[in-house]
């Protein structure tokens, strides 16, 4: 599958079937999210695999945004580095790491749809009871959780906005001379 | 299901409620998710009585338009009518089922 197709086909899936992912497949997601670009290469990432059915609830029971039973969990973590003042429990925060952690995201979702296996990024739930249920360091924080599973049933792509409107060259609001996509 | 069973259900059905009330409290802070988080509270209010078999046919009705309802943040008018369709819907059987029944 090209990564073109992936892109296309991919959907948040928040309805799974039944069906254990192999742990092969598992160690390929992960891997994918190893290998994601970070600002300076700081990959200020930890992957926490969840795959056992009764943590798979607690984390759901405080998740809003958790929809369906999936098979898996990637709760994906930022890992902040002792700083200059963390004897007082000070880690220095770098926005950065939120878009290295959407990249990272990224490449699980897209390797996970040439793989059949559907996702969903979720950011609405409880980041401090989440780091209490995994038993998660201070300077450890689950920010990003991707559910695994395989879809029941097909999925729509919701509205996307033309291209158009997106698009601007060499400056804010001079247009692009796009051809309209469907 | 003995009654203490379904006591006991009933008790664990709460607090998982209750868990999702107090994480959507904390993201509704920052987040535009009031509505929708409202609605699921009102669906898995509805599941929780079907699995103590204590639903109608009424509730199960409602949650199906709960459930069409939620995701409509994208069409608010849309999103607003169907609610207001419910609202009523709510409002007739209380006077219809419960005021009447005292």
Known sequence: MSVSDAIKARRSVRQFADGEISKENILKL?????????GGNRQPWRFILVNEAENIEAIKLMSPGLY??????????SFREKGKDSENGIYPIDPVM???IGMAAENIMLLAVELGIATCAVRSFSQKAVQSLLELPENVSPELIITLGYKAGEVKMPSKKPLEDLVYSERWGRTYDLPRFP | MTCQDSLKA???GVFKILCFIVTSARGCVVDSYGPLRLLETGNKLIELLEALDLSDEFLSKQRDKLNAVKFGSSDPEGMMRGLDDICTEFAKEWRGKYQKAG
Do not use: H
Request: aromatic share 4%; hydrophobic share 50%; with cysteine.
């Open chain 1, 98 to 100: 939120y878009m290295d």
């Open chain 1, 30 to 38: 992960l891997d994918a999210g190893r290998l994601a670009p970070s």
């Open chain 1, 68 to 77: 369906g039973v999936p098979s898996a969990l990637i709760v994906i973590c």
């Open chain 2, 10 to 12: 009933l008790k664990k």
